[in-house]
Structure formats: structure tokens, C-alpha cells
């Protein structure tokens, strides 16, 4: 068996269904396996590498499970880098393989020839360059594991044109991938349920690894326990549905009286499965610095950034499930800070409190897709400064239902939502917003949609400029 055809059938039996790509000759033998093996593996063609690498990370983000992209030397490596770069801010598995020159050409700035590791090592999980045929075969399957292990990310795998070509002997891993849960000691846990059961205005900000209908449910049981308001991470709206109770808002770019309030007034603070990116964490100043609060994170390199009072390596939904076992229920009087905090929510994400410049009202846009849209319809935002009134006016529902990029990547809402279709595999209504610039970026990507049949819907928000540049063009210099 050609080792090109060996690496297709050890990512398939690993659990990959669906990879992009822009075909090129530097793995035929890919090319030709994926080809053979359409009723196994959904190969769908984009128009550009970055088009089909924020496809992969809108498909993950839906099933949280990786897609596999397929990119050529330089050029289409270079240009896959924007959605590699999404999905390693946004925690999201994903597998690309980089067909390079033959090896004995490596190192010596042959066509197209690129330094994998120095170009994509600050992005990713890891690198895998082989150094045999059979080890990329193996380095495959060990992509695919990495990439959901622990804190989930992208991995580039590395195949030489001339690897792909070789015969090679042995057997392939057979069996799919199972990823094992992380959970924190019981002298952690116990310490986090103490403080917990102590505090009297507890607060929960949770972030993209507490996304799932299993942490949802987990989540919304905690808070009931408790009577802790719920805060998402940036664009983590879905974490619970936006019209429970528990529910108090989104850490947007701009911040929000109520929500500074939430986090002075209260006594014990958990963060749950986020990262606490640059936006949710205001430059790292939302939490005060005499704060006593928790912080859980399946990586330990995310929990070493911060100071928290209590450090807990442990998944989200597997910490939940351990301490909702040890909690009682509070009485009805601990209920008060929570449901004032969701009617701040409420009367925030509301049109019609300000006045509006233009014929468009977008807080009206927002909202009224909301109304017309069943609760189960995946709606994505892709970079720009009229995403904050979706962010702001449009209340999500449903478990992964908000797709988009933490990193703001423009561009990334038609592709986006192509992959959200492949990953939904039904009915479910697909809806991406975009700017006028972020649209025509990657807009050449409805051409895809169109020979693939996947059916998405696209709103422009058509502006005319790039709206967040020339807000902070005026602020600054008037």
C-alpha cells in the first residue's frame, strides 16, 4: 500500500469524515485514496486554502470533533494559516496536512519549499515532520489524537511529495479515537467545593470548553444549586440558553456597567473553560486583583498564565458532574443576585434604548431573526464591528448553535458556515452575518456551496468601510 493511501484510511479509522482541500501534486497518492474512499471521507474542493481551513473550524466548532484539511508547500499553507490560527484561539481540533518537497530537497529553499515548524509553531499543538513513509503514516494518527487531547487545537502533519508515493508494510491502526477526560485531584475539588459552598454572591464565567449540550445541562444544575449568574466568554453566547434565568450576558469588546458590577460585587469568581482571551478579559484587568476566584482548564500552560486563588486541571462537564454531587441547594434568598443580574441582560438586549444613525437598525435585524429563526439554527458572526449588535441584540437558544472566530478573523462567515452544514448533517438552518469586507474575502467560497449543495444563508451588513478601523481612526485622531 502507497503510504498517501495508508495516512487517508489511519485518519478515516481514526474518526476523520470530512476534509477540504485545494488539490495539489505534491500528494497525488492522497488525492487518489481520498478519491477511492468518497463513501468513507466527504472531500469537498474550495476555491482558496483559507477558505477551507475556517470551513474545518466551523465544522468543529458545531460537532467538536476534527476535520482534516489538505494544503500544498507555501503558497496554500500560507494562505490556510488565518483558519489555523482561529481554531488554535478558539481551542478547536483540527488536522492539516501540508504535502512539502521531496525529502532530499528539504532544507534548500526548493519550489515553494517552506519551514513548517518556524512558519506555523506559534499556532499550533505541534509540527509532525517524519523522517520515513512510515512514520507519517503513524504521525497521522497521532495528529488526530493530539489535536483533541487535552486543551483541543490544530496539528500540522508534514508529507513529503516523494513519502506519499513509497510502499510500505504493516498494518494500520484500526480503532477510533476515544479521548480520555482530565479531572483534578479530590484535595482540589474539595477545596473548590468549600469555597463555593461559602460564598454568598458567587459568579460563573464560562468559555469555549464549556460549550456542549452535557456541560450546558451541568452548568444550568450548578447555578440552580447556587443561584451563581452565568456570564459567556466572548462569542460563547450558547453556552446556556439566553432567556434562562441563569443566563446574565457576553463579555463583548465593549465593556458593560452591569456586567462590571457582577464581577466587583461578588465574593468568589469561577471561570470555567476559557482561556480568558485578550476581549473576555479586558487585557487581563476584568478580574480585581484581591478577588478570590477559580479557574478550570484542561491545560495547564492556560492555568500557569494566571493567579487564581484555585487552580483545577480538570474538563469542564467531568468537574461539574464530581462537585454537583457534594453541593446542597441554597434557599430561595441566594436567588435574588442572579435573577437581577438576568434582568440587566434583558433590559440590555433589548432594541429601541438608544437612538440609531442610518436607514438600518441592526439591533432590529438581530432580533427579529431571532423571531423568525427555529431555536436550533446555527447563526455566525464573521469579523467586524457590526457583529456587536448580533452579539448584543441576538439571543441564542440552542447547545453549539454561535459560530465564529474569537480571533476576529475577517472572512471567516461564508466558509464558516459551510462547515457548520457539513457537521450539522441535517435540516438545521445555517445563517452567517458579515461585513461587506469580511464577505468579500472568502465570498468567492459560495461557488463551494453552490457544487457541494449545502445550503447557507448570507447577510451583508454593507457598511462601506472597515467599520472597527475607522471608529478607532476617529476616536484617536478625529
Given at each position: 500500500m502507497e503510504a498517501g493511501a495508508a495516512l487517508v484510511n489511519t485518519i478515516i479509522n481514526a474518526g476523520i469524515d470530512t476534509a477540504f482541500t485545494v488539490p495539489g501534486e505534491s500528494f497525488l497518492a492522497v488525492l487518489e485514496c481520498l478519491r477511492s474512499n468518497q463513501n468513507r471521507i466527504r472531500l469537498v474542493s474550495v476555491r482558496q486554502e483559507g477558505g477551507g481551513s475556517l470551513a474545518a473550524h466551523g465544522y468543529a466548532q458545531v460537532n467538536r470533533k476534527p476535520a482534516a484539511v489538505f494544503v500544498s508547500r507555501g503558497p496554500g499553507a500560507t494562505n490556510a494559516s488565518i483558519g489555523i490560527h482561529a481554531a488554535h484561539q478558539d481551542s478547536i481540533p483540527m488536522v492539516m496536512f501540508l504535502g512539502q518537497v521531496r525529502s532530499h530537497m528539504r532544507g534548500r529553499e526548493s519550489f515553494q519549499e517552506i519551514d513548517p515548524k518556524t512558519t506555523f509553531d506559534s499556532m499550533t499543538k505541534a509540527v509532525l515532520e517524519p523522517t520515513t513513509p512510515e512514520e507519517m503514516v503513524k504521525m497521522a494518527r497521532q495528529a488526530v489524537e493530539l489535536s483533541q487531547s487535552g486543551r483541543p487545537g490544530p496539528v500540522v502533519v508534514v508529507m513529503p511529495?516523494?513519502?506519499?508515493?513509497?510502499?510500505?508494510?504493516?498494518?494500520?491502526?484500526?480503532?477510533?479515537?476515544?479521548?480520555?477526560?482530565?479531572?483534578?485531584?479530590?484535595?482540589?475539588?474539595?477545596?473548590?467545593?468549600?469555597?463555593?459552598?461559602?460564598?454568598?454572591?458567587?459568579?460563573?464565567?464560562?468559555?469555549?470548553?464549556?460549550?456542549?449540550?452535557?456541560?450546558?445541562?451541568?452548568?444550568?444544575?450548578?447555578?440552580?444549586?447556587?443561584?451563581?449568574?452565568?456570564?459567556?466568554?466572548?462569542?460563547?453566547?450558547?453556552?446556556?440558553?439566553?432567556?434562562?434565568?441563569?443566563?446574565?450576558?457576553?463579555?463583548?469588546?465593549?465593556?458593560?456597567?452591569?456586567?462590571?458590577?457582577?464581577?466587583?460585587?461578588?465574593?468568589?469568581?469561577?471561570?470555567?473553560?476559557?482561556?480568558?482571551?485578550?476581549?473576555?478579559?479586558?487585557?487581563?484587568?476584568?478580574?480585581?486583583?484581591?478577588?478570590?476566584?477559580?479557574?478550570?482548564?484542561?491545560?495547564?500552560?492556560?492555568l500557569e498564565r494566571f493567579s487564581a486563588s484555585i487552580q483545577l486541571q480538570s474538563d469542564a462537564s467531568v468537574l461539574l458532574f464530581e462537585i454537583l454531587k457534594q453541593l446542597k441547594t441554597r434557599s430561595d434568598d441566594n436567588f435574588l443576585w442572579r435573577s437581577k443580574a438576568h434582568d440587566n441582560y434583558i433590559k440590555f438586549s433589548t432594541p429601541g434604548a438608544y437612538p440609531v444613525e442610518g436607514l438600518v437598525d441592526l439591533s432590529v435585524v438581530a432580533s427579529t431573526a431571532r423571531e423568525l429563526l427555529p431555536s436550533d439554527a446555527i447563526v455566525l458572526t464573521d469579523g467586524g464591528s457590526y457583529a456587536r449588535w448580533v452579539h448584543r441584540f441576538f439571543r441564542y437558544d440552542a447547545s453549539l448553535t454561535q459560530g465564529g472566530t474569537a480571533s476576529g478573523a475577517m472572512g471567516a462567515g461564508v466558509p464558516g458556515a459551510i462547515g457548520a452544514a457539513l457537521a450539522s448533517n441535517d435540516d438545521r438552518i445555517i445563517v452567517a452575518f458579515a461585513g461587506d469586507g469580511g464577505f468579500m474575502m472568502n465570498g468567492q467560497e459560495l461557488s463551494t456551496a453552490v457544487r457541494e449543495q449545502i445550503p447557507i444563508k448570507i447577510i451583508v451588513c454593507d457598511n462601506n468601510v472597515h467599520g472597527s478601523i475607522l471608529k478607532g481612526q476617529i476616536d484617536k485622531y478625529g
Open positions: 511529495r516523494d513519502f506519499g508515493e513509497a510502499v510500505i508494510e504493516g498494518d494500520i491502526e484500526s480503532q477510533p479515537f476515544v479521548r480520555e477526560p482530565i479531572l483534578t485531584n479530590s484535595e482540589n475539588l474539595e477545596q473548590f467545593t468549600l469555597a463555593l459552598s461559602n460564598s454568598a454572591r458567587p459568579l460563573i464565567l464560562a468559555g469555549e470548553l464549556a460549550r456542549g449540550e452535557t456541560a450546558r445541562n451541568l452548568l444550568i444544575d450548578l447555578s440552580n444549586k447556587i443561584g451563581a449568574p452565568v456570564l459567556s466568554a466572548y462569542r460563547c453566547q450558547d453556552i446556556i440558553d439566553n432567556n434562562h434565568i441563569a443566563y446574565a450576558g457576553h463579555l463583548e469588546i465593549n465593556p458593560v456597567d452591569y456586567q462590571n458590577q457582577l464581577f466587583e460585587n461578588s465574593d468568589f469568581i469561577i471561570v470555567l473553560g476559557s482561556r480568558l482571551d485578550g476581549i473576555t478579559s479586558r487585557e487581563e484587568t476584568l478580574i480585581p486583583a484581591e478577588k478570590k476566584w477559580a479557574h478550570i482548564h484542561p491545560d495547564s500552560e492556560i
